[in-house]
């Protein structure tokens, strides 16, 4: 099934409406909705990034069903007009890349419209899988924080919507799964992966619980702290909380470290949330010292915080040195790979610690700290 069947535009989009299916990458926006923007799409883009740490489903799936979700790309281009499709996914992901050549070589070869078919590389930097970052990096548009991505005739859709789109249109199943990720501390699952498990097609509305149990998890110790989502993004949660169709994952992790502080606060558009980070201080043990945006912030009318370059951010030397006159002896911080290395440059340099807002979540599943960013050796690549 290397190509997608032909399609009615309304018709297509009544059923996606229908059976209710929003963007699975996280942000839950209705997926008929985005299909029946009237923008002149030139360009759908499946995003298969996968950005926050320690996820893999979308990557997982890419590397088992390529040509479904191919055909969901394809169905998504017939309807809303677009003549090119491109797969953005991070270059390290050499054997999802194998098996998604294969797919791309078996779509060109069924077409015959001249529909143009691409894969895209992206660095392994958060938040590379953000929608902006995404068309920046793909298409050299650098759009603005309030803008949508049809500004620059781009139509992003994450690649688990678009096999659903296959789903719903090619083989008539409901929208009632979600594929996720389980890491962290999921000790006793038997499994040879022992931070890290994908699961396919979690009934929407399982609760962490009855997932924890099905995979034979050791209960959780007291302590232990929850995620809906990733490291990064993720909403705290707790064992009987259900997971929904926006969903990436359930990280579970240990108690935050202690640090009496007094710690400041940096927020970060790309990152946890100011009351999520709040309660990681307290969590801590510590007195919160003072709380100020990352320079590269941009509070929308609606209250929202987006980045103004996503990944892509100017030194935080001002941040740090006014938490630094407030009292602040710790930071916590969720910012991105490139502002994550600035705050580096400098707080070490006061004698400042430095906290990241993953550190529970990535210590549980194995994972390298958010740090100073280095790039690899040529022998790495």
């Not at 059976?19 to 299909?35: E, Q």
């Not at 009351?275 to 590269?296: E, P």
Request: hydrophobic residues 40%; glycine residues 10%.
């Amino acid at each position: 099934m290397g190509t997608s069947c032909a399609v009615d535009a309304p018709s297509a989009l009544s059923r996606i409406r229908e059976s209710g299916l929003v963007g699975m990458g996280g942000a839950g926006y209705p997926t008929w909705k985005k299909l029946a923007r009237d923008k002149g799409y030139s360009v759908v883009v499946a995003n298969a990034a996968e950005c926050e740490p320690l996820l893999e489903q979308n990557v997982a799936r890419l590397e088992t069903d390529s040509d479904r979700i191919l055909s969901g790309l394809g169905i998504a281009m017939q309807i809303v007009g677009a003549s090119r499709g491109i797969v953005a996914i991070k270059a390290k992901n050499t054997d999802a890349l194998e098996t998604l050549d294969a797919s791309v070589r078996r779509f060109k070869d069924a077409q015959q419209d001249g529909t143009r078919l691409s894969v895209a590389l992206l660095e392994d930097r958060y938040p590379v899988g953000d929608a902006r970052a995404v068309v920046r990096d793909v298409l050299g548009s650098l759009i603005g924080p309030a803008a949508h991505t049809s500004s620059a005739g781009a139509l992003v859709l994450n690649v688990e919507t678009l096999l659903r789109i296959h789903e719903i249109l090619v083989e008539g199943k409901p929208v009632a799964t979600k594929d996720i990720t389980v890491a962290g501390i999921i000790d006793g699952s038997g499994y040879e992966r022992d931070t890290s498990l994908v699961l396919y097609d979690v009934p929407i509305g399982t609760t962490i619980r009855q997932v924890l149990r099905a995979l034979h998890i050791t209960p959780p110790r007291p302590d232990a702290q929850f995620l809906l989502g990733g490291p990064y993004m993720g909403d705290p949660a707790q064992l009987d909380d259900p997971v929904t169709g926006t969903s990436g994952g359930i990280m579970i992790a240990g108690p935050e470290l202690q640090d009496r502080g007094p710690v400041g606060v940096i927020v970060c558009a790309c990152g946890a949330s100011r009351d999520r980070l709040a309660a990681i201080v307290d969590a801590q043990g510590a007195r919160l010292a003072g709380t100020v945006n990352c320079k590269n912030v941009v509070t929308l009318p609606d209250g929202r915080l987006k980045c103004a370059n996503p990944g892509v951010c100017p030194g935080q030397a001002q941040a740090v040195l006014s938490l630094r006159k407030q009292g602040a002896t710790s930071l916590l911080i969720s910012h991105c790979t490139d502002c994550t290395n600035t705050v580096m440059q400098i707080a070490p340099k006061l004698g400042m610690r430095v906290h990241h807002a993953t550190d529970a979540y990535l210590r549980a599943g194995g994972e390298r700290l958010i740090r100073a960013h280095r790039e690899p050796r040529p022998a790495d690549r």
